[in-house]
């Protein structure tokens, strides 16, 4: 299984990669929402886990992006925010799940 990790945060990568990699499945990491958004696009995974507060392009943004480009693999998306109800009606409404 390929995951695709995103997330403007080292450590945060490191520690997906790690319980990814332990789970024996493949991960690829990008610091830069924008240029994990072009390997999306043009390298099939079966899962991406993003970010939700990222410079440049946020996990929403990112989200919107990917959808309207027709593609239908499951994203989950992690924040730090906590239990913020619009954060996660948002991340609903795209169609996400929110951890």
Known sequence: MKIVS?????????????LCQDAGLEVTSFLDPLDGLMHCLQNPADMIVIDYMMPRLSGLEFIKEFRAAGSEIPIVMVTAAGSDE???AKAFEAGQMIF
Request: proline content about 0%.
């Open 86 to 88: 619009d954060i996660h």
């Open 6 to 18: 995103i997330d403007d945060n080292e450590n945060n990568l490191m520690l997906i990669e790690a």
